[in-house]
């Protein structure tokens, strides 16, 4: 009996072993970081998610390599699918990359959550200057009045439109002189139902849509102390419908549900739309194109009562718990250099922050008039940031999505949306 | 003489209606598969064109070459085999091992064993991705395929399977084993797993696939170059803003004829029915 | 004497006993012991936290009750509920049913049968993007394969993926042809567990194919089926990944399930705690409906 019970733990003891064992052999190559370091040269980790803007982050790092030879910088690359589920994995984790990408939206939740560098702290030893970028993109990244991330570009917005069926249809190309009047007139004529060409589809997206068409419209998001939607002012009103009106009344725009079938973008990549609001990032993009290469420009926004639009760019940050901080800094101090703008702007993938670094990038693509979309920036505010508040995520895509719809108008929409944003504002102060 | 050609006719008739069937369905089944391969030969702008092209304008091949180019491919074979291989073989004994327990074995507590067993598949699995990245980050297993490997070993589906497959055997065999004095490991071992093989094989094919295309966790666990497997290593192609489908495309094919070819080998296993030495019947 | 020798056999049994028993235990370990750290361990916890309001990264304070409060006054859940509710009782009978049906004929001995199988099995090996990126082409309202195949025969299609009346029955076509495949092979694994012995029984006996099929067949792959249907339910039941690719803006209130707004609220809306109280109903919920499978099993599932 005993030899049993015996030979049952042994059975046992083994599987545990085969089990903890197992793979063993796989971890030899793990402490590659930690011997460097060991050596005296340090190793950061890169974290980011455009596998487009790889080659151009490449170079920034050969050359601060170059610069520091002690320092090695590594790039993790997430797609961005993923990026901030495994971001937040990491933090949770306490093992962020040391230095890494951030947009406005995420930035409050890992500032408040003390995961992210103070560069305050380290000013006296860098040569970051604020002032050398957009103040709208040193806000959105400043929390609780401390600067968290530089800005590494940004994202301007301006009107695409196709050459070609602007000369087919004999209507003279979008201008510094065209208000929202014009531009509907001109997408009224260019839109060819028979053909399936649009003139000018209104998307659903704030960055892209409603955001620019309400400051437009002189309207704005929230008041200054951020405790009250500006949603309901007529302005805003205004500035929505100028939108939805695209759709319902001039019939320039496919409806909601054919853009969500179709995105307008490749309608526009096809030829099948003659005018399109949308950014800076589609440069590379539709420069490569095919058909868009040399059939489309860009030219300003129409104006309404003002001509401007939301900006939004990406920054760099720092992990609050890294292992060397003093490293990270001289990078982030790099990545916000004239040096490393020139480099992005080379690449012509993304509008650089910095001022001034941005000839290179207007010269990237010469059959563009990429000027109109510095201009734009140049007028641009900043995306709207409400209150610190998960009760107001998701609101607004269901509330102003009855607008575009035509379930309701866009004033009702408004309204109600402003409604449920004073509610959650009010019921968790 | 009537009926002899009637069942002739029968014969030939019956493997008609069976290929006429499963000739639709294949229809059916490749239509998408070829929309995939169509796409990884066109030029990056042909796959957004509208109207929709369905023939590239002109095959482009050289998106096989440029993601061979673009990623480690050999590595990420690598990686994949060697994380597939261990996860599906320990993960057939372990789950085998349970199932024939909790099929045959009537020990005290069995079937809330394994209702817990059960119950694991019964919450969104997104609920173990950071728990698993604690538990991985304490044992120092983060950016090793240690990590990739172990949370695949323990499987609930492949174990309820293997369950399903042993309560359907025949019970003869195991009594005279039984009476003969083999302990309950030897009937498993020696009688049972024979038995079990079309469960087994079933198991496998499901196991290496699932662990072939393993995603999110491959990915949230570990983050170097060396240590990715294919799945991982294909996402890196997404961009935010701008795809070149046609070369992902060409990178997914790349990334699964091996499981094409594997399973085309496994299922050959699946010839003939048991036989049970002439116990039964 | 005649009492004294019962009692040794009783002690001789029982001794038997503990020992196949500790053979089960120890052939139920090395599989529970992985999955107590793995799986288990997260289960628990995520039941523990949905008594919590979460606050980014890991802190959390108790709040009783509060969750599940409002998750009953939680509209959404409703609908979610409601829609999931939906997918099931479309996308399980007619897996169960389609997939059984391919495992018959897959299993069947005809020439080129390998290929067919192999054909079959395709779609399970295609990434989740690129089944959900052509499939959103061939269902494209406009420009889609299908409309195009409809138009041929004078019918006009509709927008597949964004009309709130077709949504879900696209959805689960999708679903349902990306998982046959893989639940034939276990069908087949199923059929090539029966004694051929059996067949030649029957065939003596005269039975043809069709008799064969629901006499020996149908009764004896039975525990197979009773697997196969509870794994789709519990699968359907957690959809979740196909929406997320294939459905946008529009139709997405019309398909939103329960573990769509489980994802909205941990990863997007980061709430944690809530989150968690909706996977606990979740786990509820498919817990009761297993049980209630594994009840019914008797009437229905032949072991042996």
Redesign the interface.
């Known amino acids: 009996?005993n030899k049993?019970?015996a030979s049952?733990l042994i059975?046992?003891v083994m599987?545990?072993l085969?089990?903890s064992g197992?793979?063993?052999g796989?971890?030899a190559?793990?402490s590659s970081n930690e011997s460097e370091s060991a050596s005296g040269n340090v190793t950061l980790?890169y974290g980011l998610?455009?596998?487009?803007q790889q080659p151009a982050m490449e170079k920034i790092i050969a050359k601060f390599e170059e610069q520091h030879p002690d320092i090695h910088v590594e790039i993790?690359?997430?797609?961005?699918?993923?990026y901030?589920?495994?971001l937040?994995?990491?933090?949770?984790?306490?093992?962020l990359?040391d230095v890494f990408w951030i947009n406005g939206a995420s930035l409050p939740?890992y500032a408040?959550?003390n995961?992210l560098l103070n560069l305050d702290d380290y000013a006296k030893d860098t040569s970051l200057d604020f002032g050398n970028y957009p103040q709208g993109l040193v806000d959105i990244y400043t929390y609780d009045g401390k600067h968290y991330g530089v800005p590494k570009d940004m994202d301007a917005i301006g009107l695409w439109y196709n050459k070609s069926l602007f000369d087919q249809a004999g209507i003279p190309y979008p201008d510094e002189t065209w208000d929202w009047n014009k531009a509907v007139e001109a997408a009224q004529k260019l839109t060819d139902p028979a053909n399936?060409i649009w003139g000018l589809p209104a998307q659903?997206q704030g960055q892209t849509g409603y955001y620019n068409t309400i400051l437009e419209a002189g309207g704005g998001f929230y008041t200054d102390d951020g405790k009250k939607s500006l949603y309901d002012s007529p302005e805003s009103i205004r500035g929505l419908q100028l939108q939805t009106d695209l759709i319902h009344k001039y019939k320039v725009s496919p409806t909601?549900?054919?853009m969500?079938?179709?995105s307008p973008k490749?309608?526009f990549?096809?030829g099948?739309v003659a005018m399109l609001i949308d950014g800076s990032?589609?440069v590379?993009?539709f420069a490569?194109?095919?058909?868009t290469k040399n059939n489309v420009d860009v030219a300003l926004l129409p104006k309404d009562k003002l001509r401007t639009s939301v900006i939004h760019g990406l920054a760099n940050v720092g992990a609050a718990n890294t292992k060397h901080p003093k490293e990270v800094i001289e990078f982030l101090d790099f990545l916000g250099s004239k040096e490393s703008a020139d480099i992005q702007g080379e690449d012509g993938t993304a509008l650089p922050a910095f001022h001034g670094g941005q000839e290179l990038w207007l010269k990237s693509v010469p059959q563009f008039h990429l000027q109109n979309l510095l201009d734009m920036a140049n007028a641009a505010k900043a995306l709207p940031r409400g209150p610190q508040n998960?009760k107001l995520?998701?609101l607004e895509?269901e509330y102003l999505?009855s607008a575009y719809?035509g379930e309701s108008t866009p004033e009702e929409a408004a309204k109600a949306y402003a409604k449920a944003v004073n509610e959650a504002i009010a019921s968790n102060p | 003489m009537t009926t002899v050609t009637h069942a002739k006719q029968k014969r030939r008739f019956q493997p008609m209606i069976i290929h006429i069937v499963l000739m639709v369905g294949s229809f059916l089944m490749v239509v998408p598969v070829l929309w995939s391969l169509l796409t990884s030969l066109k030029a990056p702008d042909e796959v957004t064109r509208i109207p929709i092209t369905i023939l590239p304008g002109q095959p482009h091949w050289d998106n096989f070459q440029k993601v061979a180019d673009l990623l480690p491919f050999m590595t990420f074979y690598w990686n994949t085999i060697v994380t597939t291989l261990v996860k599906v073989l320990f993960g057939l004994l372990f789950s085998s091992l349970a199932a024939y327990a909790f099929a045959r074995i009537h020990f005290p507590g069995r079937t809330l064993l394994f209702l817990l067993v059960l119950s694991v598949m019964m919450v969104p699995g997104q609920v173990f991705l950071i728990p698993q990245y604690l538990l991985m980050k304490d044992l120092g297993w983060l950016n090793s395929l240690k990590a990739i490997t172990v949370t695949g070993m323990f499987s609930a589906y492949s174990t309820f399977l293997l369950r399903q497959f042993f309560l359907g055997l025949p019970s003869e065999l195991e009594e005279s084993a039984r009476i003969d004095g083999c302990n309950p490991f030897r009937i498993y071992w020696n009688i049972m797993l024979p038995l079990a093989k079309p469960g087994l094989i079933s198991v496998a094919i499901i196991s290496t696939l699932w662990s072939w295309n393993d995603f999110l966790w491959p990915l949230v666990v570990n983050d170097s170059m060396d240590k990715m497997t294919l799945a991982v290593g294909l996402a890196s192609l997404q961009g935010q803003f701008t795809t070149n489908y046609p070369v992902l495309m060409a990178g997914m094919l790349l990334a699964v004829w091996p499981m094409i070819l594997i399973f085309f080998l496994l299922q050959k296993q699946f010839i003939e029915g048991i036989t049970l030495g002439g116990l039964k019947g | 004497m005649n009492a004294k020798q019962p009692s040794s056999i009783n002690a001789k049994r029982s001794k038997l006993k503990r020992r196949e028993y500790g053979w089960g235990y120890a052939m139920v370990f090395p599989l529970l012991f992985g999955m107590s750290a793995l799986f288990i361990w997260p289960v628990l916890r995520t039941i523990y936290l949905s008594f919590t309001e979460w606050s980014d990264f890991g802190n959390y304070h108790w709040t009783g009750l509060s969750n599940y409060i409002r998750l009953l006054r939680d509209t959404a859940v409703y609908h979610s509920l409601l829609h999931t509710l939906q997918y099931v009782i479309i996308y399980v009978p007619a897996i169960v049913i389609l997939s059984t049906l391919a495992g018959v004929l897959l299993s069947s001995k005809v020439r080129g049968i390998s290929v067919y199988r192999t054909i079959f099995f395709l779609p399970s090996v295609l990434m989740p993007a690129a089944i959900a990126m052509s499939w959103k082409w061939i269902l494209n309202g406009d420009y889609g394969l299908l409309n195009a195949g409809l138009k041929l025969l004078s019918i006009h299609g509709v927008s597949w993926l964004t009309d709130s009346r077709t949504v879900l029955i696209a959805v689960v076509g999708v679903a349902v042809w990306g998982a046959v495949g893989l639940q034939a092979v276990i069908i087949i694994s199923g059929i090539k567990g029966i004694s051929p012995m059996l067949y030649e029984a029957a065939s003596i006996e005269g039975a043809g194919r069709v008799s064969q099929f629901f006499r020996i067949t149908l009764p004896l792959i039975t525990p197979t089926l009773f697997f196969v249907s509870v794994t789709s339910l519990i699968g359907a039941m957690q959809v979740f990944d196909l929406i997320y690719m294939m459905v946008g803006t529009v139709a997405i209130d019309h398909v939103n399930t329960v573990v769509y707004l489980f994802y909205q609220q941990a990863f997007i809306k980061n709430d944690k705690g809530y989150a968690s109280s909706i996977a606990v109903l979740l786990f509820i919920m498919i817990l009761i409906v297993t049980a209630l499978q594994f009840k019914l099993q008797k009437r229905w599932v032949h072991y042996d």
């Open positions: 009996m049993n019970y049952i059975f046992t599987l545990t085969l089990l197992c793979g063993a796989n971890s190559s793990d980790t998610w455009d596998q487009v993790k690359l997430t797609p961005w699918n993923e901030w589920t495994k937040e994995t990491a933090a949770t984790g306490g093992n990359p939740k408040s959550n995961q399936g659903f909601l549900a054919q969500t079938d179709t490749d309608l990549r096809s099948k990032w589609n590379k993009d490569t194109n095919e058909y998960a995520d998701g895509e999505k719809t």
